[in-house]
């Protein structure tokens, strides 16, 4: 079965503090790996997409690293700032099917 | 450029009545998807419209509800008669591409809220 997990669940960190959250799948045959961010009450919003021959992205203060043999991917966030507070998802897409969506890390900063 | 537009942004409705949901998708974006979010659950899929056509409706719950994309451009969801567990989000998302591969991008609407009491 074509499965997402995230990890943690949620985390707290102090602003201008780096963080790392973690992404596992189960996704065959594998075909990209995206992270969104999404705040409160607000549509998703794509950070990075990975294939398979890529292992590291950067957006910014986001990079997105992805070990397809190991099935994982990271998102770590440089700098933290108050905006950051959100949810992050990870995304995987077989090819040929629908994209997979993980349960999201639940990033708060504070000042 | 517009981005993707759902209306209403939040309807709360009773058990039993309908309500429809529309979207417009980014203009030139042959992909539509409907998405659902349940609360404390991950975003669901639901279905994939290429242009007019259904291309995968394999995440629609039951006959209640009901997708359509005529002409191509905006959709609509209708959930009749709706139940207490169709409360959620509802998100629709558009993209240029959706081959095999899939990797173009994909844009959100801000999701519509169903509140069904």
């Known amino acids: 079965k074509n499965q997402v997990e995230q990890s943690p669940q949620s985390l707290i960190i102090l602003e201008g503090k780096n963080c790392t959250l973690q992404?596992?799948?189960?996704?065959?045959?594998?075909?990209?790996l995206r992270w969104y961010k999404q705040d409160t009450g607000r549509g998703p919003v794509s950070l990075t997409i990975m294939t398979f021959s890529e292992n590291t992205k950067s957006n910014g203060r986001y990079t997105a690293t992805l070990d397809a043999d190991t099935k994982q991917s990271s998102l770590h966030i440089t700098a933290s700032q108050l905006s950051d507070s959100a949810s992050y998802i990870c995304v995987v897409r077989a090819i040929g099917q629908n994209f997979v969506f993980g349960p999201g890390t639940r990033l708060s900063v504070l000042p | 450029e517009a981005g993707v537009t759902q209306f209403p942004s939040h309807s709360v409705i009773e058990k039993g009545q309908t309500v429809t949901l529309r979207c417009d998708p980014i203009s030139g974006h042959d992909n539509l998807y409907w998405y659902r979010r349940v609360m404390g659950k991950e975003i669901k899929f639901l279905l994939h419209f290429v242009k007019e056509s259904k291309q995968d409706e394999s995440g629609m719950p039951n006959n209640r509800f009901l997708a359509e994309r005529t002409g191509g451009t905006y959709s609509t969801l209708k959930v009749q008669p709706a139940e207490l567990e169709d409360s959620g989000v509802y998100f629709c998302?558009?993209?240029?591409?959706?081959?095999?591969?899939?990797?173009?991008?994909?844009?959100f609407g801000e999701g519509s809220r169903l509140t069904v009491l």
């Open positions: 998302a558009s993209s240029r591409d959706a081959g095999q591969l899939g990797t173009g991008e994909l844009f």
């Open positions: 992404c596992n799948y189960t996704v065959s045959p594998f075909s990209n």
